[in-house]
């Protein structure tokens, strides 16, 4: 049994958020949809959501957003958003996306530390380039506006119970350590949900 989406209304939370492409069709590899949907994510900001990190590959995206109003209509503008102009300005007929994404609340400064070094380092880990700040796609290049990062966060206590959940990125029982989370061994991507 799957639990619930966790009520996201205009809560002031920050969200790591992952969708994948229908059939994990590679549409991103072309420059002109990966400027495409940058272009969408940044045409929010401010408005719907705060930007602080994203980065575009092949076949996914991950971002780390603040919605201004629901996580899902957050999500919704920017996967709705991208499909209305890539039917529009590049003429594509079929889907785009999975139905669903998948998210993580961030929780302290440090797990958004965490998730902002997981983006940096994804297409290096892909082998899309040679070293952190040199992918287009990414935020981490640095030629991007986006909003400062989330402060209030509360600091991890190791080891005391300060009543948060505990939750690293992609935690199992057989989780390995990569970029400081917890991950599958073989994960290089976000685990997708469906819903």
Known sequence: MRPNREVATANGQTYFVTSNTAGRKPFFRHERWAKLFIDVLLGYRPERFLLHEFVVMPDHFHVLITPKGSLEKAVQFIKGGFSFRAKRELSWTGDIWITGFS??????????EVHRRYIAKNPVEAGLAEQEGIYGYCSANGRFELDSFPRGLKPECVGAANGAAEAAPFQSKDATVIYGAEVEPD????PERIG
């Open 187 to 190: 994960q290089t991507k976000a």
């Open 103 to 112: 998210d993580h609340r961030i929780r302290s400064d440090e797990d958004f």
